[in-house]
């Protein structure tokens, strides 16, 4: 199957700091990744779709100058938190979709920030 | 406005089944999906529904009625470690993924 990867784990900071978040599609070339937001015992909540080669779309709400998105090749997106506040602590997750007719997603490990 | 519903938390027997419902409310239905995501975990994929009827994949079935709105994910011989949240997510006519907000299901010996 395939197989998305999340990098950090988990990350504290200070605020005030930025932060990237990698994602990579380890088997398998993504055009599209999801970036997703979850607070503690809350569903997922889309942030963003990011778009390989051109601007990410971004959910109402979510501020665009905050969370950079890069989607630089086939494999790779990025999600950046400039100026971190704790308010922005919380779970973040990407996924991808799989090549099957469902489009099912696989997700990235998650990355569970933290803004001192 | 788009809405999917589940129960927030149920509660079960080691060895028991349990039904987890899902009824949905979506601007156009292009699938529907279960997922379980274990504390601290992401989601991982369970089941994709898109016909009317039964999935069978080992232990978990799921049930689509789309004249409904209606999903159900069945949990048979359930063990500890199906202690987890399970989410129902529906592609709608954009073929956006709507999620429902989990139901959180505790499994006690």
């Known amino acids: 199957g395939a197989v998305v990867s999340q990098h950090p784990s988990w990350v504290i900071c200070k605020s005030g700091t930025s932060v990237k978040i990698e994602c990579r599609s380890l088997?398998?070339?993504?055009?599209?990744m999801f970036w997703y937001r979850q607070f503690p015992k809350q569903s997922l909540m889309l942030m963003a779709t990011?778009?390989?080669?051109?601007?990410?779309?971004?959910e109402q709400g979510v501020e665009k100058d905050k969370f950079l998105i890069n989607h630089a090749s086939l494999t790779l997106s990025t999600l950046t938190v400039t100026s971190a506040h704790p308010e922005d602590s919380s779970f973040y997750i990407c996924?991808?979709?799989?090549?099957?007719?469902?489009?099912?997603?696989?997700f990235g490990e998650g990355s569970r920030l933290t803004v001192l | 406005g788009q809405n999917i519903d589940q129960p927030t938390e149920m509660t079960a027997t080691e060895g028991a089944i349990v039904q987890i419902n899902c009824t949905y409310q979506?601007?156009?239905?292009?699938?529907l999906f279960w997922y379980q995501q274990h504390a601290g975990e992401a989601p991982t994929f369970l089941s994709y529904?898109?016909l009317d009827g039964l999935e069978e994949k080992g232990r978990f079935s799921s049930f689509l009625s789309r004249s409904k709105g209606y999903s159900y994910l069945l949990l048979k011989e359930l063990q500890m470690k199906d202690s987890a949240s399970y989410l129902c997510?529906?592609?709608?006519?954009?073929?956006?993924?709507?999620w429902g907000a989990g139901t959180k299901l505790i499994i006690k010996p």
């Open positions: 979506t601007s156009g239905f292009n699938g």
């Open positions: 996924s991808a979709p799989g090549l099957g007719d469902s489009g099912e997603l696989f």
């Open positions: 088997d398998f070339q993504a055009t599209t």
């Open positions: 990011s778009n390989e080669g051109s601007k990410a779309t971004y």
């Open positions: 997510a529906v592609k709608d006519s954009n073929y956006q993924l709507i």
């Open positions: 529904n898109v």
